[in-house]
């Protein structure tokens, strides 16, 4: 059955522990994660029963043999993390994702062309990947906001739902600087209901993860998944 939608104000006493969980992608994209790491962060996440995983294109065939009859879902990253790769790149990893087990696709525009006012170059380059995964997989596109200004930002979201995705996202988490309330409160007005908005970079915390919930969120990248879940259960007991 899928998880209740989050009604606001949301907090510890009006959520239940499924409706957090399937907010959290657990995030398992550093550079250095042996397989090992990647094993114990898929069994993680099967565990936490979260949404899924965002794990390394390399490793989306492991992820997808540890997830296989489980109710986490398998995602990786497109163009990640500088979004510089052409399209025809970007729709050769989508497919390749696919192919292995991805459901999920988390693309990084161009983001010198937005900042360049080439808004035709970046809708296409989302569109293209967009396509590829037609029915196949979500497409979250990350906008890297610490390099945006607000104005970026805004024709940002317009372009990602111009292109037909489904997420806008903050973050890659490899850049200066991640999720910020502000953000996301813009990126929610920026967009139509149809489009959802998922934090990446600084979700550590569960107090954290209410606050951007509260912004109209609807995901968040997290690593500190264990953390924030067992200080839920905790929480939440004590009530």
């Excluded at 390399?58 to 043999?65: H, K, N, T």
């Excluded at 029915?135 to 990602?160: F, M, P, Q, S």
Aim: aromatic share 4%; hydrophobic share 45%.
């Amino acid at each position: 059955m899928p998880t209740a939608p989050i009604s606001l104000p949301a907090s510890i006493a009006t959520l239940t522990y499924e409706q957090v969980a399937k907010t959290i992608d657990h995030s398992l994209l550093r550079p250095e994660l042996t397989d090992a790491e990647l094993i114990a962060g898929c069994e993680l996440a099967r565990e936490y029963h979260v949404a899924s995983v965002c794990i390394k294109p390399s490793s989306v065939p492991l992820a997808a043999r540890i997830l296989q009859g489980s109710d986490v879902l398998v995602g990786t990253v497109v163009g990640f993390p500088h979004g510089s790769s052409t399209a025809r790149v970007k729709v050769f990893e989508a497919r390749q994702a696919l192919d292995d087990g991805a459901a999920e696709l988390d693309m990084v525009i161009n983001i010198g062309w937005l900042r360049s006012g080439d808004d035709q170059r970046v809708e296409e380059d989302i569109r293209a990947v967009v396509a590829e995964a037609a029915g196949g997989a979500l497409v979250k596109v990350i906008l890297e906001n610490a390099y945006l200004t607000d104005d970026e930002k805004v024709r940002g979201c317009h372009l990602v739902e111009a292109a037909g995705a489904d997420f806008v996202k903050t973050s890659t988490g490899f850049a200066p600087s991640g999720a910020t309330l502000d953000d996301l409160r813009l990126m929610r007005a920026s967009v139509s209901p149809r489009i959802q908005v998922k934090a990446a970079g600084g979700v550590r915390t569960l107090d954290i993860l209410l606050d951007v919930l509260n912004t109209g969120t609807t995901r968040v990248g997290a690593t500190a998944t264990a953390a924030v879940l067992d200080d839920f259960r905790r929480r939440k007991s004590a009530l």
